[in-house]
């Protein structure tokens, strides 16, 4: 079955400078792959979601990219402020399985 | 309405209680999905129900029963819960499966004692 490693566990950063989060997956029938942030008590919310025929995707600070190759994805945060600091996970599925499977998720920390 | 409910937001409960969490939305999605979620973890998929049918049940034990009455409503019935049942409970619903977005309801933190 599909399996998603998610690295750092733990990331801290200065506020200002960007992020990187990655993910690789082993299932190439995996074509979607989301990724939620999840702040301390809340639910988990969809912050960008990149599709496999497409390999970039920006929303104003984040972006995420795609190699299918490699079977990895990474979500980048640029100029990162202080409310960024939550816990991001990265999840993967096919059209043939009804679940989204998740990576073990990373803590991020914006240091003032 | 693009969101999703849960009630109750807290529960607590004995291992000899019957108690139910409850979930709605009213965004027309197809999929309805139960999460138990353990700090510092990642959600973990109990059931998923697709049009109103079970479609995945992750050898959940069956003190944890799962109804869906409709195609907006979503129940999860509690019975002789233990201890290490205790977790947020995530409810989510997508348009019809998992390559679409998932929304996700506040969660119940129930406490079993």
């Known amino acids: 079955g599909e399996n998603v490693e998610q690295h750092p566990s733990t990331l801290s950063v200065q506020e200002g400078d960007s992020a990187v989060i990655k993910c690789t997956y082993s299932d190439s029938a995996s074509n979607y792959f989301p990724w939620y942030k999840q702040e301390l008590g809340k639910r988990p919310q969809l912050i960008i979601d990149i599709r496999s025929n497409v390999g970039e995707k920006k929303d104003q600070r984040i972006a995420v990219t795609l190699n299918k190759t490699a079977k990895h994805f990474s979500l980048h945060i640029t100029e990162t402020q202080p409310e960024d600091s939550a816990v991001y996970f990265c999840?993967?599925?096919?059209?043939?399985?009804?679940?989204?499977?998740w990576g073990a998720g990373t803590k991020l920390i914006i240091k003032p | 309405d693009t969101e999703v409910t849960q009630t109750p937001k807290h529960l607590v409960m004995g291992m000899t209680n019957k108690k139910s969490l409850k979930c709605e939305q009213h965004m027309g999605h197809r999929a309805m999905y139960w999460y138990k979620q353990k700090a510092k973890k990642p959600p973990e998929l109990m059931f998923v129900y697709s049009y109103e049918k079970l479609s995945i049940n992750e050898s959940v034990p069956s003190r944890f029963s799962p109804e869906c009455p409709n195609s907006s409503l979503l129940n999860l019935h509690l019975h002789a819960l233990q201890p290490e049942d205790s977790a947020l409970y995530l409810c989510a619903s997508s348009q019809d499966n998992p390559s679409n977005e998932q929304f996700f309801g506040p969660g119940t933190r129930l406490t079993v004692l």
């Open positions: 999840a993967a599925s096919s059209d043939s399985n009804y679940q989204l499977i």
